[in-house]
């Protein structure tokens, strides 16, 4: 079984010895926005999302003696901070929360900006986990007080099941407290800050097994009593495993809530190397053992579009919206989206930053402004794209996930802003695939991932077609509009 733990729902599969998904499921929620820049979720919503998924495969004929090993896969960063007993000390602050910056900024001077980078080979970005515990202890004494252990939200499922305090490197990796080249905890660092060590929890590999489910955890869930439990992976380090993104000539795309553009690493940047890196280039350790993967992340991608929908589309279906987006030209007659909805990490790590529809004149319809959402995500992404090449330059293909694969029209627009073509495989839960495979590597039922991924059938391909030009032109004043507004603020 693999299960993955997203900002809008929590999707859960299973998968039989050939690698065959053989059940689907999935709970949806939302997540709460206080302030503008902030985004929260209580984490009883994550378990009580995980046991619809468990009663809705088991109405479907799935035994759970059926169920040999579970696999987790979650959102990065969104800090889960608990008290002596395991219960969340405050709602969770997720990885697009963006109050942070401040605290971010003050942590870089005083550590030193490069010297930060050679340490953990990232910059301290807001989502990061770090920033948040720093900002909890100077704006909420009393709740910093009561904490004793941080977790990631995979971690805090895992703990349900298995009553064990875990992490894995590919979510430690976005902690921003964690020593990536070496896959382990920054210690100088915790010490540096004043932070526990002991609020940190033992980190293994993805794959590896760290436990089993509990009686406990059996009578909540339905699951047998010994299951085994593996680490589990970041999202988009499960995503990438489970789209057969395990060497340095394939990369991933994908577009869920937020966006993102991946490709391998086999080896983590040197300590002078990631000293003078663009400070918004994410580099973390893969879910494959002696990998790492270099990332670009714009926050509002597939979130754009649900805003759209549920603010200005009058509550339509995403297909009502991409037959809207089909009735306009490409380019949108000139207006642009910019997708700054909660400030933007890659490539402008900005809190202030705010989105916007630019260019707006009497001839636009509703479908200009549709189409603009879906071209202004894949400029985010275009953005990505080029800081990530920073380090690899040598991917041959890469994979899309997430919900796009659901849209042709929308991968064409990725496909011709981005120059590239595009791989889509016939399953779009590229994380909870991830995780399951690994669930089942470490009950020996494969040996090789890649293998296992390239068996499954369907992979559709995706070229650019003669729109590339208008989408050349497009991106430019994308960058144009962008910059000029980042320089106002």
């Not at 993955?4 to 729902?9: A, H, R, S």
Request: charged share 20%; aromatic share 8%; net charge negative.
């Amino acid at each position: 079984m693999g299960v993955d733990i997203g900002t809008e729902g929590t999707k859960a599969l299973v998968i039989d010895e050939q690698g065959r998904i053989v059940k689907r499921a999935y709970s949806s929620y939302t997540f709460d926005v206080p302030k503008s820049g902030w985004a929260e979720q209580d984490p009883e919503i994550w378990w009580n999302a995980f046991r619809s998924c468990l009663g809705d495969l088991w109405a479907q004929g799935i035994s759970p003696a059926d169920i040999i090993a579970i696999g987790a896969a979650g959102q990065m960063h969104s800090s889960v901070l608990l008290d002596e007993t395991g219960e969340a000390v405050m709602n969770s602050i997720l990885w697009n929360d963006t109050r942070t910056k401040t605290v971010c900024d003050q942590i870089l001077r005083s550590v030193g900006h490069e010297r930060y980078q050679a340490l953990t080979c990232n910059s301290l970005l807001p989502g990061f986990t770090l920033g948040k515990l720093v900002w909890v202890k100077t704006h909420l004494p009393e709740v910093y007080e009561r904490i004793r252990h941080v977790l990631m939200p995979k971690d805090f499922i895992n703990h349900r099941l298995t009553g064990r305090w875990t992490a894995d490197v590919s979510d430690a990796s976005g902690t921003g407290i964690f020593d990536v080249r070496n896959r382990r905890w920054q210690t100088s660092l915790m010490s540096e800050l004043d932070l526990p060590q002991a609020w940190f929890p033992p980190v293994f590999e993805s794959g590896a097994i760290i436990g089993s489910v509990t009686p406990a955890a059996s009578e909540a869930t339905g699951l047998q009593t010994g299951t085994a439990v593996i680490a589990g992976a970041a999202d988009n380090a499960a995503a990438a495993v489970g789209m057969g993104i395990v060497d340095r000539d394939r990369g991933l795309i994908s577009i869920g809530t937020s966006g993102v553009v991946l490709s391998c690493l086999e080896e983590a940047p040197s300590a002078q190397k990631a000293a003078t890196q663009n400070p918004t280039l994410h580099v973390f350790c893969h879910a494959i053992p002696e990998m790492w993967y270099a990332m670009g992340v714009t926050l509002a991608a597939g979130a754009s579009l649900r805003w759209f929908r549920d603010s200005l589309g009058h509550g339509a279906s995403y297909d009502a919206l991409m037959d809207a987006a089909a009735q306009s030209e490409p380019g949108s007659n000139g207006l642009i989206y910019l997708p700054f909805l909660t400030g933007e990490r890659t490539p402008y790590n900005s809190d202030q930053l705010r989105a916007g529809f630019i260019g707006i004149h009497l001839q636009h319809k509703p479908a200009h402004f549709v189409r603009s959402v879906l071209e202004g995500v894949a400029y985010s992404l275009r953005d990505c794209l080029e800081v990530v090449q920073s380090l690899n330059r040598h991917v041959d293909e890469f994979i899309v996930t997430g919900g796009v694969v659901n849209s042709p029209l929308w991968l064409q627009i990725l496909s011709d802003v981005l120059d590239r073509p595009l791989a889509v495989r016939s399953y779009s839960e590229g994380a909870a695939y991830g995780a399951a495979a690994l669930a089942g590597l470490s009950q020996g039922f494969w040996t090789r991932i890649d293998a296992l991924v390239k068996d499954q059938p369907g992979k559709e391909r995706v070229a650019p077609s003669s729109n590339v030009a208008v989408y050349r032109e497009g991106y430019d004043r994308y960058k144009t509009y962008a910059q000029s507004l980042l320089h106002r603020l």
